[in-house]
């Protein structure tokens, strides 16, 4: 079993920052994909950004490549997700998830295994 806590949320305006931390514990392999997911209301849930964490390669939706930055912190089990120009589409319930093993595709929600209790982000105009 994998517990995932994600902090970090709250109601910015557009072009601010946030960082998202999503701390991981319970029983985790030594080879796993950390993502992050969004859902915003009456949407699906989306793809936003994952890590490989033993070579810490990172992977990207297009709509956030370039404003946004997914790092670990090994020693903390803990995934930050550093969102920065936010936009009010951004808008979302944030969730971190794991996934055993880290092959390709990364984008997909069923793949993952664990899910955070997501948090909150809303972007004002």
């Known amino acids: 079993q994998v517990q995932l806590v994600e902090s970090g949320g709250g109601l910015v305006q557009a072009g601010d920052s946030l960082r998202l931390s999503c701390a991981a514990s319970?029983?985790?392999?030594?080879?796993?994909?950390m993502g992050w997911f969004r859902q915003a209301p009456g949407k699906e849930r989306e793809f936003v950004a994952a890590?490989?964490?033993?070579?810490?390669?990172?992977y990207y939706a297009g709509s956030v490549r370039g404003r946004f930055t997914i790092s670990r912190d090994s020693a903390k089990s803990t995934v930050y997700l550093q969102m920065n120009s936010l936009k009010p589409e951004d808008t979302a319930v944030y969730y971190c998830?794991?996934?055993?093993?880290?092959?390709?595709?990364?984008?997909?929600?069923?793949?993952?295994?664990?899910w955070g209790q997501g948090t909150q982000v809303t972007v004002s105009s």
């Open positions: 998830a794991y996934k055993t093993g880290s092959t390709l595709p990364v984008s997909r929600t069923r793949d993952y295994g664990y």
């Open positions: 890590i490989r964490w033993t070579t810490e390669t990172t």
């Open positions: 319970g029983q985790t392999f030594n080879n796993y994909m």
